[in-house]
């Protein structure tokens, strides 16, 4: 009886020890604070546990690649992130049926109008939705950029590990399409144009920045979740 245990004991023993080391092994694939890092470049995102507000800088950015789909205001027309190169694309997740969307148009709309000049292209990506109503929400709220109809999310899939549910979400590109700033709730005008703009002058007189890329990066600000954006 004693031996069976003994045997049971170091059993556990084992078991517990087997547990780490695989955590150990799983902790030494992503950063301390959860990122990733794609072998290819290519943008993989990682869950940041809470945090709304996602920043990277250029050597921690992973690029986004083959993003496309039918345009919401034309289904004859394609929509390619390639068609924007070289400018800063500030996609935005949205839905006519999200409130927190509904909040933050105009806000998307002036950054639009502010910086596009600068060479800077705002990109809806509308999911989930019909397309009549997402139409009419673009006439109501006078949104003059372009939107991606995605009602099933295919085209998320670009976002590589995006989560689909989270709308609003807005995803800032900089002008090699890298992934530089994300915001996973509603944003506004005063605390996104700043911050594009910087995106925008970044290598201004010295060339743009051709550092390595990588996957999901880590975040140098961070915020809570409001309770009225985030997933729905």
């Given at each position: 009886?004693?031996?069976?245990?003994?045997?049971?004991?170091?059993?556990?023993?084992?078991?517990?020890?087997?547990?780490?080391?695989?955590?150990?092994?799983?902790?030494?694939?992503?950063?301390?604070?959860?990122?990733?890092?794609?072998?290819?470049?290519?943008?993989?995102?990682?869950?940041?546990?809470?945090?709304?507000?996602?920043?990277?800088?250029?050597?921690?950015?992973?690029?986004?690649?083959?993003?496309?789909?039918?345009?919401?205001?034309?289904?004859?027309?394609?929509?390619?992130?390639?068609?924007?190169?070289?400018?800063?694309?500030?996609?935005?997740?949205?839905?006519?049926?999200?409130?927190?969307?509904?909040?933050?148009?105009?806000?998307?709309?002036?950054?639009?109008?502010?910086?596009?000049?600068?060479?800077?292209?705002?990109?809806?990506?509308?999911?989930?939705?019909?397309?009549?109503?997402?139409?009419?929400?673009?006439?109501?709220?006078?949104?003059?950029?372009?939107?991606?109809?995605?009602?099933?999310?295919?085209?998320?899939?670009?976002?590589?590990?995006?989560?689909?549910?989270?709308?609003?979400?807005?995803?800032?590109?900089?002008?090699?399409?890298?992934?530089?700033?994300?915001?996973?709730?509603?944003?506004?005008?005063?605390?996104?144009?700043p911050k594009v703009r910087d995106i925008a002058n970044e290598g201004a007189g010295s060339g743009s920045e051709k550092t390595g890329s990588k996957g999901a990066g880590s975040a140098e600000?961070?915020?809570?979740?409001?309770?009225?954006?985030?997933?729905?």
């Amino acid at each position: 009886m004693k031996s069976n245990r003994r045997r049971l004991r170091a059993g556990r023993r084992w078991l517990v020890l087997a547990t780490v080391a695989l955590l150990g092994l799983l902790s030494g694939c992503a950063g301390g604070d959860g990122s990733a890092v794609s072998e290819n470049g290519e943008f993989t995102f990682v869950s940041p546990g809470g945090r709304t507000r996602l920043f990277y800088p250029p050597d921690e950015r992973g690029r986004v690649t083959g993003l496309k789909g039918d345009s919401l205001e034309n289904s004859d027309r394609r929509i390619r992130l390639s068609d924007f190169e070289g400018e800063v694309v500030v996609l935005n997740i949205w839905g006519s049926w999200c409130p927190p969307c509904r909040a933050e148009a105009e806000d998307l709309q002036a950054v639009q109008d502010t910086l596009g000049d600068q060479g800077v292209q705002l990109l809806g990506i509308d999911v989930r939705d019909n397309r009549n109503a997402a139409q009419d929400f673009v006439n109501n709220f006078g949104v003059t950029y372009p939107s991606i109809f995605d009602p099933s999310g295919r085209a998320m899939l670009a976002l590589d590990g995006f989560p689909r549910s989270t709308t609003p979400a807005t995803v800032v590109l900089d002008r090699e399409h890298r992934v530089a700033a994300i915001y996973l709730t509603a944003i506004t005008k005063e605390e996104l144009l700043p911050k594009v703009r910087d995106i925008a002058n970044e290598g201004a007189g010295s060339g743009s920045e051709k550092t390595g890329s990588k996957g999901a990066g880590s975040a140098e600000q961070e915020s809570r979740a409001p309770g009225s954006g985030g997933t729905n």
